[in-house]
């Protein structure tokens, strides 16, 4: 019989490449690791690891069993949630992965009603854009993602995300950020391609390659001479008049924006933000009222 704690150590092993470097992940000493993984060899019957000095590698049958890991202990995570709701405790976790725009804006939001109506309720977040917030998910690493698509860009299908439970929160525009003296600050409404010859910043890798693609559109490629994940960072670099961006207008709320004006700009751009998780853990009661706030957060 395959133990759960057994999965988790597995799962540890193979992440981090060694049994030291996975008994301090897990809290454990090193020995304990070598003896949960010799039990797990045994109950299946194969070798699931070879170690090689201090080399630690997955066997074919140790690499279909971690595959398989994630999707068994989110049903497992799932099974304990529900049983301890059933059961009257007033208690459960949620670990929630959201990109930063999102932390900033609909999170405190969700977190404070999900903490008003259910104290007992721990919720850990952490920040991840997609699609790597979408790859924790899937890996177990997290029980609900907070992520985005452009609309109209590669991937952005709907079999993207066909394995998932999705939630639909908003939909969110780009606009266009200039310094406060640029020569179309004033201009309610502009073409991209107006910006052609100008310095760009950039943000996130997605956004990046959705600011290339609308660009090369209008028949021109950025000149992207700043690049940063940090929404305050690029409006300070706007405002110091180093370059113009396009932000989405959740980013925005997050920051102040000093020196700088925002303009529509054409075509215009939206990307979806939604919350995901996986269908066993939409069932979980602590997990769907995490959902419930963050589609009540989105609504105002």
Known sequence: MIEARH?????????????????RA???????????????ESSVGTPLLVRSGRETRLTQAGEALVRHAAGILAGLTAAEEEVAAIAGLRAGRVRLVSFPSGSSTLVPTALAALRADHPGTRVSLEEAEPPRSVEMLREGDCDIALAFRYEGAPGAEEGEWADLVVRPL?????V???????????????????????????????????LVRVCESAGFTPRIDFATDDYPAVVGLVGAGLGV???????????????VRMVTVEPVVRREIVALTLPDLAQVPTVAATLDRLAGAAAR
């Open 176 to 210: 266009g950020l200039v310094p406060r003296g640029h020569r179309l600050a004033r201009t309610p409404s502009i073409g991209i391609g107006e910006l052609a010859a100008e310095s760009w910043i950039a943000g996130c890798p997605r956004c990046r390659g959705q």
């Open 26 to 40: 897990l809290g454990c000493t090193q020995p304990a690791v070598s003896q949960q993984m010799k039990a797990l």
């Open 7 to 23: 999965l988790r150590v597995l799962r540890a092993v193979a992440a981090t490449g060694s049994f030291s470097a996975a008994g």
């Open 170 to 174: 908003l939909t969110d525009r780009l």
């Open 245 to 259: 961006a396009v932000l989405p207008e959740l980013a925005i709320e997050s920051v102040r924006p000093k020196g």
